[in-house]
Structures are given as C-alpha cells and as structure tokens.
C-alpha cells in the first residue's frame, strides 16, 4: 500500500488526487492533509480518509479545525 501526503488537499489537484485514491482504497493510504484556509472541506476530507495528520496554515483556523475534529486527526500551524 502506498502512504500518499497531499499538499493543497481542497485545490483542484488535491481533490483529483483524493478522487483517485477513493477509488483504489487497497492501494493508497492518506497520510496527510494539507490546506491554507478552507477547513470546511479539509473536515470533509479527515472524516472521509482519516488521515493522522492535518496541517492548516492559518493558526485561528488551525485551531478551530481541531475543536471539531478532536480525536480523528491532528491540527497543525505551518
């Protein structure tokens, strides 16, 4: 299985590659989400892969990310 990292995981190419991924789930796993300020679909994204780690570059953001998710995944600042 191969451990997949997306930076930008709600522009176009992240959407794309997580499209992908959900339809070869015995090949990929997500390791990681990234995203500058759109938490509403990164949410989406952690509740749907699960990945251990999510990073958002706006702090405010980043924190209030991880009040909703607590316990599925990780809230970082970048």
């Known amino acids: ?3 997949v990292l997306i930076l930008g995981s709600t522009g176009s190419i992240g959407i794309n ?3 992908v991924i ?3 789930p015995h090949k990929f796993t997500v390791t990681a989400l990234t995203v500058n300020t759109k938490i509403d679909l990164l949410e ?3 509740c749907e ?3 251990p ?3 958002v570059k706006d702090k405010t953001l980043a924190s209030e ?3 909703r998710v607590n316990g599925i995944a990780k809230s970082f600042q970048g």
């Open 44 to 46: 989406k994204q952690i």
């Open 1 to 3: 299985m191969k451990k």
């Open 17 to 19: 590659t997580l499209n």
């Open 22 to 24: 959900r339809n070869f």
């Open 53 to 55: 780690v999510a990073v």
């Open 65 to 67: 990310l991880k009040a």
């Open 49 to 51: 892969f699960h990945p």
